[in-house]
């Protein structure tokens, strides 16, 4: 026995995706589908306005969307979930269980390689340097065991501001800019 489940828009009004549950876990996620609604519903209209409703919610509907379901398509036409991960089973002939090991393997090797360092910290100093396409900045980030190391970063998660804390994740190898100081470069900084 299982239990049927889509994802709604409280913006649109609109539901799509599907997924199942059985009584043992989880059972099967049209992956594609659900990845495209939730990804054109999240962009358009906000991830908050995004439900998942179970076939025991009362406003649960059963008919098929038809004509609203072929504009949707049309319009998230662009979105597909690109992944290495088709080529990698087209590649590997396996049996299901044999990749499950083998991707898994691959996967914690990919961790254990991983050298990027979460920090947490202040920006105390800071140089914003404006280019043609776009900026970037170059600050000094002290950590809460009071030791400084310069950093870099784009703008695309916005430009940090002095006297905040934030957390970082920089890369574990450092870079030298101008063959002066040793400096590490932000992957992703979010405001504390
Ligand atoms: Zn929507």
Known sequence: MSTYYYF???????????????????????????????????????????????????????????IEEIEYYREAEGIFPHSDDWEYMEKNELTTIELDKKWTEQKIEEHINDNRRKL???????????KKRGSHYLAVFRMSNNEKIRIIGGDSFGIPVVNKQYEIIVEGTKISVDDSDDIFLVESIRQL
Request: net charge negative; with cysteine.
């Open 8 to 66: 709604f828009c409280n913006n649109c009004q609109r539901r799509g995706g599907f997924l199942t549950r059985q009584a043992w876990g989880w059972g099967n996620f049209n992956i594609i589908d659900t990845f495209k609604f939730i990804s054109y519903h999240s962009e358009k209209c906000g991830h908050k306005n995004i439900r998942i409703i179970s076939e025991h919610d009362s406003e649960y509907e059963f008919d098929n969307i038809g």
């Open 120 to 130: 947490r910290g202040e920006i105390v100093h800071m140089e914003i340097q404006n």
